[in-house]
């Protein structure tokens, strides 16, 4: 290799589990599940990228959600738990990502899973290590209970601890 050579630069990657906070009240066709909460991938400025994502429903519905990814610095809103998405221009423009997951679940009797399709990764620079993942229903009206929701995210870590 040459003295022009590109370098290679270290990485890592990691698993994020997260489990949502959610109202137990029937969300809608396009009502929040979630609103915007925070999950840390490091800490001080983090730069990476989302590559993968499993989602638990617990609860057994297999319905189809949208998940909303934000690298603002302080907490966005989508909007209140089981009602309309109502994010305000500001918050929506810090939206890095939005991931489908289809309804495609595979049923393990008391609970469903699915990987949503290959998605580019979405790349993230968060100056304090944190992140925030949003949910909104797009399947058929559904109660969820409190913690009927889990994601399992991989990343990769390009720079921070």
């Known amino acids: 290799m040459g003295a022009n050579s590109s370098n290679v630069a270290n990485f890592r990657t990691k698993v994020v589990d997260v489990t949502l906070t959610i109202t137990n009240a029937e969300a809608a066709t396009a009502d929040v599940v979630a609103d915007f909460q925070s999950f840390d991938v490091g800490t001080g400025q983090t730069i990476g990228t989302i590559n993968n994502m499993i989602i638990t429903d ?18 966005p809103v989508l909007g209140t738990e089981n009602d309309v998405v109502a994010i305000s221009d500001a918050d929506a423009a810090t939206i890095i990502g939005r991931v489908d997951t289809g309804a495609t679940y595979v049923d393990l009797v008391d609970s469903k899973v699915v990987v949503p399709a290959a998605f580019s990764p979405i790349a993230f620079d968060t100056a304090n290590g944190s992140l925030y993942i949003g949910v909104v229903n797009r399947g058929a009206a559904t109660t969820w209970t409190a913690s009927g929701i889990t994601l399992r995210l991989s990343l990769t870590i390009e720079q921070g601890h």
Not at 58 to 75: E, M, N, P, R
């Open 58 to 75: 617990w609860d057994d519905h297999g319905i189809q959600l949208d998940v909303l990814f934000s690298d603002k610095q302080t907490a």
